[in-house]
């Protein structure tokens, strides 16, 4: 009797480590095959758009940088991606997708810089759960609290006028606006970083 239990356990357990094994092998060529078709449809058009007057010749997701930027409450490892347009070896702008947490929730937002002059050249709202007329605003690219951004250099103090910054917070909705501002800020941070690399 105890040899049989002994023999069902160690079949149930071969069985078990195949198709572990199995569901891993699936997994890593799942999540590899899902990142190309995300970036390809939501990253790559902004990248594209944002770039286009730098006439880059570079592969982005090719030459993108993985950078560590700390943990998340649970501990967890967070990063970044950063991309490039470049020519050559000449890096000419960097872009980066980083979140913030508003009122709503955790927003996703891209922000590009010139590599050459630091001048912030573009930031767009991904994705956003803010509420509609108030914090939402940050999902249009001609609402002014997000076109201001756009000229401003990277080593600007980016935190809103009421803390002593340069940027004028969103009537109405002061936590998006700063927690938008932050956002931005850290991704002009992992920019300067990436230079100094």
């Not at 050459?116 to 605003?137: C, M, V, Y």
């Amino acid at each position: 009797m105890r040899d049989k239990i002994w023999y069902m356990v160690l079949i149930l357990g071969v069985i078990a480590s195949v198709f572990g094994g199995a569901l891993a092998f699936v997994n890593a060529h799942t999540n590899e095959v899902l990142e190309v078709r995300t970036f390809n449809e939501t990253v790559l058009p902004t990248l594209n758009a944002v770039f286009r007057p730098y006439n880059p010749t570079n592969d982005f997701l090719k030459d993108k940088v993985k950078v560590r930027i700390g943990e998340d409450s649970m501990g967890r490892q967070q990063y970044a991606e950063i991309y490039f347009a470049k020519k050559g070896s000449d890096t000419l702008a960097m872009a980066t997708i980083v979140n913030g947490r508003g009122y709503g929730g955790v927003f996703t937002i891209f922000v590009a810089a010139d590599a050459k002059t630091h001048e912030i050249i573009a930031t767009k709202t991904l994705q956003q759960k803010e509420t509609k007329s108030l914090g939402g605003r940050i999902a249009n690219e001609d609402e002014p609290f997000v076109k201001q951004f756009a000229g401003m250099r990277i080593e600007q103090n980016l935190s809103l006028k009421s803390e002593g910054g340069d940027v004028d917070g969103m009537s109405g909705a002061t936590i998006t606006s700063g927690a938008f501002t932050k956002a931005v800020k850290t991704a002009g941070e992992l920019f300067l970083s990436q230079k100094k690399k």
